[in-house]
């Protein structure tokens, strides 16, 4: 436990400006300077009671949370019975001025410029000010020491697409808070950070933790070898009855989370990319893109189910986020999240995501974070004209620090304290 620094500096730091901003410090000088002494400890009693019920969460929460930190049947029955659990993910976004931002992204090498809003020039800050609150549940706040000892010893591994890549530098940029030598974690092979790169790899070396980051779009099989025969217009074929190549670096991990979504649009894959389905020897020109989509997933839950051990690494997959353009290449980004969602908290890809799993998953629990909903709102957290390309709006990405880091502290202070792989560190 030497991590702890960082962290406790900015626990005291915030309770110490709590103090210094809050009604105690005027009352205490109030009390010193005058004799009405009796009646004003008694307020100041009053005023350490009210903080104190603040800054420690009641007991039912505790127990509420306690009761769960079992085995990881827990896993597998909070997918059948979500109703005796709290669905962390129905909710709603509340101001809160002092759990954010987890880190600063100047100082996080792992943050990419694309994604730094802050270092592109956004002034506003107000996007960071909101917390996710579940109707049925707290999220308890990030705990940079705690989270690095749960994960000590850990192989962490995210796949999928950009928005996998933003939640893996968050992720990291998130631990790193609560390491002292940053020199100390580092991308194995020192490759920097691309848009296109296949698998990167950081090292937290004094605990041991390896958190990867697999490319991989569509989660299934591309290629540029084409079957027999195939017409001109087609460059690349995905197929959908067979998972990415690299699935096999997968599944020795702790911890597996996956994505995929955003290149499943028929402007992206038929016209842009010219890449058609593929099933077995056969080109399928007639499927639309939504059984596309479904088929995939079919043969991604096969190949879980089929791979995974249960009993080593706990699966996650999220569904679609919300993007908030106004037009081709054109957004606006808001400065306060949105009052109504105008239908973006749904999307039938992510309905197809939940009935799949829920269909197929039978051996390997998989946790659905159903995270559609909770990015409708926020047309706030984009990049928009903050990114590495001032030329070029960005409405689907988010920005670092921002939206990201709430997936992950649900993930790191919510889920994973509650699975016995990783409680009992
Ligand atoms: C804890 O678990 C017990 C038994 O499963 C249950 O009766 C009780 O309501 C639970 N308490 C809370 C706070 O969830
Ligand atoms: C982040 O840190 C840098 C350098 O230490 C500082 O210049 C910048 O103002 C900080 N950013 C924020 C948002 O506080
Ligand atoms: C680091 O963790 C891996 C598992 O991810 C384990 O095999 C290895 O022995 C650990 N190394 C040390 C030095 O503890
Ligand atoms: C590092 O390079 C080696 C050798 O080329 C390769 O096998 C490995 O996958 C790379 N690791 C990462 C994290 O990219
Ligand atoms: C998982 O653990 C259970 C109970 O300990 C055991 O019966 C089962 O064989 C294990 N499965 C695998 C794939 O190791
Ligand atoms: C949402 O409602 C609040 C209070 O009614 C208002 O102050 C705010 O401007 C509204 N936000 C948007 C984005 O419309």
């Known amino acids: 436990m030497v991590v702890h620094n960082n962290f406790n500096n900015q626990t005291s730091y915030s309770s110490l400006q709590s103090l210094k901003n809050g009604k105690q410090r005027t009352i205490l000088h109030s009390c010193l300077n005058q004799i009405w002494i009796i009646p004003c400890l008694i307020t100041l009693l009053i005023a350490i009671a009210c903080t104190s019920t603040l800054l420690f969460p009641n007991i039912h929460k505790i127990l509420q949370i306690y009761n769960f930190t079992t085995t990881s049947e827990s896993i597998r029955s909070s997918r059948t019975t979500e109703s005796v659990d709290c669905n962390v993910f129905d909710g709603q976004w509340v101001e809160d001025n002092s759990r954010y931002p987890i880190y600063n992204s100047t100082n996080c090498p792992f943050a990419e410029r694309g994604f730094s809003c802050f270092e592109n020039g956004r002034k506003d800050k107000e996007y960071l000010r909101w917390q996710w609150k579940p109707k049925e549940c707290e999220i308890p706040r990030f705990d940079a020491g705690k989270a690095l000892e749960m994960l000590r010893g850990k192989r962490v591994v995210f796949v999928g697409d950009s928005l996998s890549r933003t939640q893996w530098e968050s992720w990291i940029c998130m631990l790193m808070e609560g390491v002292k030598k940053k020199e100390s974690v580092y991308e194995i092979n020192g490759s920097e950070i691309t848009k296109t790169i296949r698998h990167l790899g950081v090292k937290f070396r004094d605990h041991n ?3 990867d980051f697999y490319r991989s779009v569509f989660l299934m099989k591309k290629d540029y070898k084409l079957p027999a025969g195939a017409p001109k217009k087609v460059r690349m074929i995905v197929r959908l009855d067979q998972v990415d190549d690299i699935s096999d670096q997968w599944v020795d991990s702790d911890l597996l989370v996956f994505n995929t979504g955003g290149w499943w649009t ?22 639309s893109v939504i059984d596309g989509y479904k088929m995939a997933l079919n043969t991604w839950a096969d190949w879980a189910e089929a791979n995974i051990n249960p009993n080593r690494t706990v699966v996650f997959f999220r569904t679609i986020e919300s993007t908030h353009w106004r037009g081709p290449n054109q957004c606006d980004v808001s400065q306060q999240p949105l009052n109504e969602t105008k239908g973006k908290d749904k999307s039938e890809k992510s309905d197809i995501i939940m009935e799949v799993l829920e269909k197929k998953m039978k051996r390997v629990p998989v946790k659905v974070m159903h995270l559609t909903p909770m990015g409708s709102y926020r047309s706030d957290a984009h990049v928009g004209n903050w990114g590495d390309n001032p030329s070029m709006q960005d409405c689907g990405h988010w920005c670092l620090p921002g939206l990201p880091d709430i997936w992950n502290e649900i993930l790191l202070s919510y889920f994973l304290p509650k699975m016995s792989s990783f409680s009992s560190n």
Do not use: A, H, K, P
Not at 266 to 287: A, K, V
């Open 266 to 287: 028929q402007n992206r894959l038929f016209n842009e990319m010219r890449c058609f389905f593929q099933i077995g020897d056969s080109l399928e020109f007639g499927m």
């Open 209 to 211: 933790i390896t958190v």
